[in-house]
């Protein structure tokens, strides 16, 4: 797994967890810092 906090203005607000990188069933999951899931999927082309 691979773990990204993305910060703005100094702060966190969104995690994002990849699974799975460089796989054919990668998949990659958004939360907000109190680790609630986000209510919306990344999905690549």
């Known amino acids: 797994m691979d773990y990204k ?3 703005f203005n ?4 969104m995690i994002q ?5 460089g796989t054919a ?4 999951n ?3 810092t109190d680790w609630t899931r986000c209510p ?3 999905i690549a082309d």
């Open 25 to 28: 069933s990668h998949y990659r």
């Open 5 to 7: 906090v993305h910060c």
């Open 10 to 13: 100094g702060k966190a607000h």
């Open 30 to 32: 958004w939360y907000y």
């Open 40 to 42: 919306f999927k990344w």
């Open 17 to 21: 967890v990849d699974i799975g990188r």
